[in-house]
Nanobody
């Protein structure tokens, strides 16, 4: 398992930016498909962005053009650059290893990092 640790969240005004980081505990991080997920109050957890071991990315329609996912396999880290943030982006953000074209996440979840966007 990757056993990820998320960081970088915070409070930001609408239109602002944040960069989230995900640190993975495994030395074989590079082989994993990875995803950023978020869960807003009262809503189900959803996939925000995913990246394959080869660097191919995909995004939820709601964040396309605003968020960028990337990874640094040498550092066992993944990132989510979030620009033009909106109040509806407010959620706890999690990273996780994933499987398949639909990015089914592994069972282990870290504590996540809170992102709050004020209007």
């Amino acid at each position: 398992q990757v056993q990820p640790v998320e960081s970088g969240g915070g409070l930001v005004q609408s239109g602002g930016s944040l960069r989230l980081s995900c640190a993975a505990s495994t030395s074989i991080f590079s082989i994993y498909r990875m995803g950023w997920y978020r869960q807003a109050p009262g809503k189900q957890r959803e996939l925000v962005a995913g990246i394959t071991s080869g660097g191919t990315t995909n995004y939820a329609d709601s964040v396309k053009g605003r968020f960028t996912i990337s990874r640094d396999n040498a550092k066992n880290r993944m990132y989510l650059q979030m620009n033009s943030l909106k109040p509806e982006d407010t959620a706890v953000y999690y990273c996780n290893s994933a499987h398949g074209l639909d990015y089914r996440p592994d069972d282990y979840w870290g504590q996540g990092t809170q992102v709050t966007v004020s209007s």
